[in-house]
């Protein structure tokens, strides 16, 4: 059964401590996203990669968030000093992309962090 | 560049029909949608190719109007297992990069 794997699945710390959640896409897939969900702005993507190389970033605060994929197998994403307005709920998706192919993403379980 | 998404919640008896709008402002490559419950992770439903398809999934079934940027999901004879939020996710180059409407919130009472 494949799927998208995300630890922590639940994470609470103190404003100003490093954060960092982890992804390991579905075997095989090449596109990896980072979204992040709240009840104000909803599913929001913060960066996504390709091959391992990073596409876009743009919809990610530079100044705290970083996101990496050291290999094929996990993506990293780190939050450092955390804010309580990062208090989210934090999605990994992977799809397999090839021009045309028309592929759909999917999601993990999500890592729902609070910052207090 | 956001979609937007009508109506923002539905209230049904089982049994009862609805259909979800999905409209963007820019050109679509293909409209992906997804069920999300709460407390979980949004689950696939169906994607919609550039080409005005329509696809189905049990009595879950979707349409594409391209010339109208625009993609409609019909539920029929719904059932207590479809309550929910919908979304729509939209992708404007074929790259797999989705932006998600706000959701619909639907509600199945028995």
């Known amino acids: 059964d494949a799927r998208v794997t995300q630890t922590p699945r639940h994470k609470v710390t103190e404003m100003g401590q490093e954060v960092t959640m982890r992804c390991q896409p579905i075997l095989g897939h090449n596109t990896v996203f980072w979204y992040r969900q709240t009840m104000m702005q909803g599913l929001e993507l913060l960066a996504y990669?390709?091959?391992?190389?990073?596409?876009?970033d743009s919809g990610m605060p530079k100044d705290r968030f970083s996101a990496e994929m050291p290999d094929a197998t996990l993506a990293t994403l780190k939050i450092q000093p955390s804010e309580p307005r990062d208090s989210a709920v934090y999605f990994c998706?992977?799809?397999?992309?090839?021009?045309?192919?028309?592929?759909?993403?999917?999601f993990g379980e999500g890592s729902w962090l609070t910052v207090v | 560049q956001q979609p937007v998404q009508s109506p923002q919640a539905v209230i049904l008896r089982e049994g009862e029909d609805a259909v979800i709008n999905c409209s963007s402002s820019?050109?679509?490559?293909?409209v992906h949608w997804y069920r999300q419950k709460h407390g979980e992770a949004p689950v696939f439903l169906m994607i919609?190719?550039?080409?005005?398809e329509q696809k189905g999934h049990e009595k879950i079934s979707a349409s594409f109007n391209e010339k109208k940027q625009q993609s409609s999901l019909y539920l029929t004879a719904s059932q207590l297992s479809y309550s929910g939020t919908y979304f729509c996710g939209t992708d404007h180059q074929g790259a797999q990069k989705l932006v998600f409407g706000q959701g619909t919130r639907l509600t199945i009472n028995p």
């Open positions: 998706a992977s799809g397999l992309e090839f021009s045309g192919s028309g592929n759909t993403i999917y």
């Open positions: 919609l190719l550039k080409g005005g």
């Open positions: 820019k050109a679509l490559y293909s």
């Open positions: 990669f390709r091959n391992r190389a990073p596409l876009d």
